[in-house]
């Protein structure tokens, strides 16, 4: 599989109307953070998909318009419960954890110094696999995404089976991938710290730095769907009717 990783970077600033596709990316950022987080990362997640379906639809400038934003934070929604599930596993132990210690504090006769230096310990191995569980699931969320792309179904992405096969199947390509979102983010962390010059710059830099490395992500996501070599791997163009 071949990914032009460097196109994902550029692509954005290819587009001569870039600057107003970002600024009104940018507004609906900060009006998502004005609604609190989970608004952000629906409009998040739904613009790397606007920009993936995008690529997989051969538009020669896949920024996404943002003609209809609610469709956005609808399909954001929408993934951030398929990524919600995934996730569950160290939700549930984290929740365990915090029990235990919520139920040993209200408890007479422990030893103070012996639990919360268990419980210490207990969240310093929760901390490290929350750093495995989560490497994990950044190497599977090209392969989940590509799920969730064929047919725009919740229960569809959930098929783990699939999602681990897809992944071993292009281990590499989406390590590749990874790296490239994390370079994206660092590219806007530099970007942000340089914009200091200006009030104006930080802030446009700040809200639309975050549906950039998005749309990087899913220009990244959008080249993998594409070039998945069985035809079930292909869009159902009747899902999204």
Same mark, same amino acid.
């Given at each position: 599989?071949?990914?032009?990783?460097?196109?994902?970077?550029?692509?954005?600033?290819?587009?001569?109307?870039?600057?107003?596709?970002?600024?009104?990316?940018?507004?609906?950022?900060?009006?998502?953070m004005l609604l609190l987080i989970f608004?952000? $990362?629906?409009?998040?997640?739904?613009?790397?998909?606007?920009?993936?379906?995008?690529?997989?639809?051969?538009?020669?400038?896949?920024?996404?318009?943002?003609?209809?934003?609610?469709?956005?934070?609808?399909?954001?929604?929408?993934?951030? +419960? +398929?990524?919600?599930?995934?996730?569950?596993?160290?939700?549930?132990? $984290?929740? =365990?954890?915090?029990?235990?210690?919520?139920?040993?504090?209200?408890?007479?006769?422990?030893?103070?110094?012996?639990?919360?230096?268990?419980?210490?310990?207990?969240?310093?191995? /929760?901390?490290?696999?929350? $750093? +495995?569980?989560?490497?994990?699931?950044?190497?599977?969320?090209?392969?989940?995404?590509?799920?969730?792309?064929?047919?725009?179904?919740?229960?569809?992405?959930?098929?783990?089976?699939? /999602?681990?096969?897809?992944?071993?199947?292009?281990?590499?390509?989406?390590f590749m991938m990874l790296l490239m $979102?994390?370079?994206?983010?660092?590219?806007?962390?530099? =970007?942000?710290?340089?914009?200091?010059?200006?009030?104006?710059?930080?802030?446009? /830099?700040?809200?639309?730095?975050?549906?950039?490395?998005?749309?990087?992500?899913?220009?990244? /996501?959008?080249?993998?769907?594409?070039?998945?070599?069985?035809?079930e791997n292909k869009l159902d163009p =009747?899902?999204?009717?």
């Amino acid at each position: 599989m071949t990914i032009d990783y460097g196109q994902s970077l550029k692509f954005a600033f290819e587009d001569e109307d870039w600057l107003k596709k970002l600024g009104k990316a940018a507004l609906w950022t900060f009006i998502s953070m004005l609604l609190l987080i989970f608004p952000l $990362y629906f409009f998040g997640l739904g613009y790397g998909l606007e920009t993936a379906r995008n690529v997989l639809n051969g538009k020669e400038k896949p920024l996404p318009e943002l003609d209809d934003v609610g469709a956005t934070f609808k399909d954001g929604a929408k993934f951030f +419960v +398929v990524t919600l599930v995934y996730g569950s596993p160290i939700i549930i132990l $984290y929740c =365990v954890i915090f029990g235990i210690a919520i139920a040993a504090g209200a408890s007479d006769g422990l030893d103070e110094e012996a639990m919360g230096a268990a419980m210490g310990g207990g969240m310093l191995a /929760v901390q490290c696999l929350l $750093y +495995v569980f989560a490497f994990a699931l950044a190497l599977l969320l090209p392969a989940i995404m590509t799920l969730y792309l064929r047919t725009n179904d919740i229960r569809a992405s959930l098929n783990v089976s699939e /999602v681990i096969a897809i992944t071993r199947d292009n281990l590499g390509t989406c390590f590749m991938m990874l790296l490239m $979102y994390i370079a994206a983010s660092f590219i806007f962390q530099i =970007v942000f710290l340089l914009s200091f010059i200006t009030i104006c710059g930080w802030i446009f /830099v700040y809200f639309a730095g975050i549906p950039w490395v998005a749309a990087v992500q899913g220009h990244l /996501v959008g080249q993998f769907v594409g070039q998945l070599d069985s035809p079930e791997n292909k869009l159902d163009p =009747v899902a999204f009717e």
